[in-house]
Nanobody
Framework: QVQLVESGGGLAQAGGSLRLSCAAS????????MGWYRQAPGKQRELVAG???????NYADSVKGRFTISRDNAKNTVFLQMDSLKSEDTAVYYC?????????WGQGTQVTVSS
């Protein structure tokens, strides 16, 4: 069984910052990719930032220059530093991890940005 535990969500003011963390544990194999999706009310889940084991990183256009993804591979942990937050960043953020057997998801953490 694989578990992804997220932390760091909450309430921030527009222009502020939050840092999300997600740690994978359990019977997970060699992780190929980790990252973050988000889902706002009434909208589809969208990729925010992803990181591959080969060093590839990609961001949604809406967060480029404001969000930074990083990983601690030794601890199977992924981080999302969110700066210059906007009200439109309000959503539930889900981390994911992928190994050779499949994809795994965290339970989601709420991020609310007040304007």
């Amino acid at each position: 069984q694989v578990q992804l535990v997220e932390s760091g969500g909450g309430l921030a003011q527009a222009g502020g910052s939050l840092r999300l963390s997600c740690a994978a544990s359990g019977s997970i194999g060699s992780i190929n990719a980790m990252g973050w999706y988000r889902q706002a009310p009434g909208k589809q889940r969208e990729l925010v930032a992803g990181s591959t084991s080969g060093g590839g990183i990609n961001y949604a256009d809406s967060v480029k220059g404001r969000f930074t993804i990083s990983r601690d591979n030794a601890k199977n942990t992924v981080f999302l530093q969110m700066d210059s937050l906007k009200s439109e960043d309000t959503a539930v953020y889900y981390c994911y991890a992928a190994d050779g057997r499949g994809w795994y998801w965290g339970q989601g953490t709420q991020v609310t940005v007040s304007s």
